[in-house]
């Protein structure tokens, strides 16, 4: 999700992306459960530790500036970023503003965004208002979660069958794809850790 969304803020796509792509500059929203996991996993991997900030998926030259969130040390309000058009010439700001679901759905409504990343599975009544702020810009809603909740009405949003699908493919419907992760996509865990946790 974080490599995704990076992508899309600074227009840097490689030349074997086929997924989404925004051709200006772009508004999005970042989202976990509390201010507390969103710095430290979010932010963590979007911008690096704090007071190194470049050293995480953004690369330091296009992070330009940010503002920290009122009430969390060290936590980051809104982040600014550049973005580059097609031929590599930078041509504005895309912008990523910080939320957690303790805020509640009130503070997810308003404003039009173009991608939300909402990492760990938001409730009903947010992913509702995530929704609405893409309806007219056509955006991109990404949510990575393990169903941890079991098959609740956002999961089946993914699983029309109810089921994933046996062999781990990708599900691409008209509007929504499923990625599924399994234990061969964590090769830096060894085989010891991975039975462990199994």
């Given at each position: ?128 208002e995530c929704v609405l702020r ?65």
């Amino acid at each position: 999700g974080g490599y995704e969304l990076v992508l899309h803020l600074t227009g840097r796509y490689p030349d074997w992306w086929e997924g989404a792509r925004f051709d200006a500059p772009i508004r999005s929203w970042v989202a976990g459960d509390t201010s507390k996991t969103v710095r430290d996993i979010i932010q963590d991997k979007l911008l690096g530790k704090w007071g190194s900030f470049g050293t995480g998926l953004i690369p330091r030259d296009d992070y330009l500036r940010h503002t920290s969130k009122a009430g969390v040390s060290e936590a980051v309000d809104t982040l600014w970023v550049k973005h580059y058009d097609e031929h590599g010439v930078y041509d504005g700001d895309s912008g990523v503003v910080f939320k957690s679901y303790d805020q509640k759905r009130e503070s997810f409504q308003g404003t039009e965004q173009d991608v939300i990343w909402l990492d760990e599975e938001a409730d009903e009544a947010i992913r509702g208002e995530c929704v609405l702020r893409l309806m007219t810009t056509n955006g991109l809603l990404m949510e990575t979660f393990t169903p941890l909740k079991g098959i609740t009405p956002v999961v089946m949003q993914y699983l029309p069958a109810g089921e994933a699908p046996a062999d781990g493919s990708t599900v691409i419907g008209e509007d929504k794809a499923l990625v599924m992760a399994g234990w061969d996509d964590v090769p830096h865990l060894g085989e010891k850790e991975k039975a462990r946790m199994l």
